[in-house]
Nanobody
């Protein structure tokens, strides 16, 4: 069973930066995608970014140019560097993973989810 553990969330002022990390364990399949979603109170889960095993990325328009996804295959870890944060970025951020090479944007395409980490951006 794959387990994903996020870290790096917290409170930051608008305009600031945070770097989220997600470490995977228990993985037995290759290749696989990793990515990030978020969910704000009262809203649906929102796709942010995904990255394939060879580093091909896809971003949501809402974060393109501000967020950068990367991964370290040796550590089975994915990162989300978030810059120029806005109060509307406040949400619980989830790490996701799924077998394959397709850069899915739908939440139900991802088999594995982390427990989430809170990001709060103050104005």
């Amino acid at each position: 069973q794959v387990q994903l553990v996020e870290s790096g969330g917290g409170l930051v002022q608008a305009g600031g930066s945070l770097r989220l990390s997600c470490a995977a364990s228990g993985r037995t399949f290759r290749p696989y995608n990793m990515g990030w979603f978020r969910q704000a109170p009262g809203k649906e889960r929102e796709f942010l970014a995904t990255i394939t095993s060879i580093g091909t990325v896809l971003y949501a328009d809402s974060v393109k140019g501000r967020f950068t996804i990367s991964r370290d295959n040796a550590k089975d870890t994915v990162y989300l560097q978030m810059n120029s944060l806005k109060p509307e970025d406040t949400a619980v951020y989830y790490c996701v993973s799924t077998p394959g090479v397709v850069r899915y944007t739908a939440a139900n395409a991802y088999s594995y989810w982390g427990q989430g980490t809170q990001v709060t951006v103050s104005s």
